[in-house]
């Protein structure tokens, strides 16, 4: 089981390369760790399906995700899913009566 001070570590020979070498070509160079931050949170992101967004969402309603690991997993899907949810709330308490044709 992972811990709060467990390092996030791959074998990474040819990306090393490829980050040195864009190091090098700009001036002041580059932040490898937030660039390897970065594209970890889109990576997260991309695998996570519509319904475990959702889960992760109620789990973050319910306190049980902090509001950095819900925002790092669902970005501005949060708000996106509180909108919805509003939005589905709201139309689930339309009177309709007489709407339909029989």
Do not use: C, P, W
């Amino acid at each position: 089981m992972a811990v709060d001070n467990d390092k996030i570590q791959f074998r990474g020979k040819a990306e090393k390369e490829a980050s040195q070498v864009v190091d090098q070509m700009r001036l002041g160079g580059i932040n490898i760790s937030e660039l390897a931050r970065r594209g970890l949170q889109e990576k997260l992101r991309e695998t996570l399906s519509d319904e475990e967004k959702i889960a992760l969402h109620q789990r973050y309603k319910q306190r049980e995700l902090s509001e950095d690991v819900a925002e790092i997993l669902l970005g501005d899907a949060v708000e996106e899913i509180e909108r919805e949810r509003k939005s589905f709330e709201e139309a689930a308490e339309l009177d309709t009566t007489g709407v339909f044709q029989e």
